[in-house]
């Protein structure tokens, strides 16, 4: 139970070994991903104006996003055209997706190729510069109602502020997998930096309670989780949960920017291996 002696562990061949967090008072910061449903078309058509890139060959310097969006790539790299450029920024972020080709025919599943090599830039971020959403009040949810209430035109530009553009590559309906190369469980699996958390590590976390709204109720919850995956913006002290597929799941990961602690549990010294089948 959230709260509990950690301690106590060790009488069942397990040491729990708390991280320190940023603040080295041992609050780790927790964010929330997920894998977005796009809806889609294998040709441009009505509202299906959007393209969704396949990898391209690296010679030298790949176009910024800005320069994707003004046409910079051929149109042999185009997988598919969406109906919303903020859903495939969604996807670039969450870094995979399925799409939804409205024919009946199963999901697709766009995994992540590549990245065109340009620094990452938060547009959270540049919301907040601006003025435009209160840094307590910026989530996904934040973004995305902002990008409902401008124009194509004012969406794009924002867009543009990060230079950073991820490619994709289709296959046939597949389990979410994370950089390890194994299915993703929501929430309970996360993203780490790999550098000190590595791959297949398990840990007990003590995860803040959410309401409705994305605020912290005051509660807490003890749940096992694994490090399956990596991304971009996890580092140090910082772990991404994985959320799940479709809207509900966005909906929560979209709110998750808060701190709670963290174990990291090992094998005590003489117990053999309890964490394996």
Known sequence: RAGGDTRNMRQFGIDAWQMEGADNYGNVQFTGYYTPVIQARHTRQGEFQYPIYRMPPKRGRLPSRAEIYAGALSDKYILAYSNSLMDNFIMDVQGSGYIDFGDGSPLNFFSYAGKNGHAYRSIGKVL??????????????????????????????????????????????????????????????????????????????????????????????????????????????????????????????????????????????????????
């Open 128 to 277: 907040i510069d601006r003025g435009e959403v209160k840094k307590e009040d910026m989530s996904m949810q934040a973004i995305r109602h902002w990008g409902e209430t401008h124009s194509e035109a004012e969406v794009r530009e924002l867009l543009e502020q990060n230079p950073s553009f991820v490619f994709f590559k289709p296959q046939s309906f597949a389990p979410v997998k994370g950089a390890s190369a194994v299915p993703l469980v929501g929430r309970a699996s996360v993203a780490s930096d790999r550098s000190i958390i590595p791959p297949g590590t398990t840990l007990l976390a003590e995860v803040p309670l959410l309401d409705n709204n994305g605020k912290f109720n005051g509660q807490y919850e003890l749940r096992l989780m694994v490090a399956l995956d990596v991304g971009g913006a996890i580092k140090g002290q910082h772990f991404d949960i994985y959320q799940g597929i479709g809207p509900e799941a966005g909906h929560r990961a979209g709110w998750y920017n808060h701190y709670g602690r963290v174990w990291v549990l090992k094998t005590a010294p003489g117990a053999g291996n309890v964490f394996s089948g």
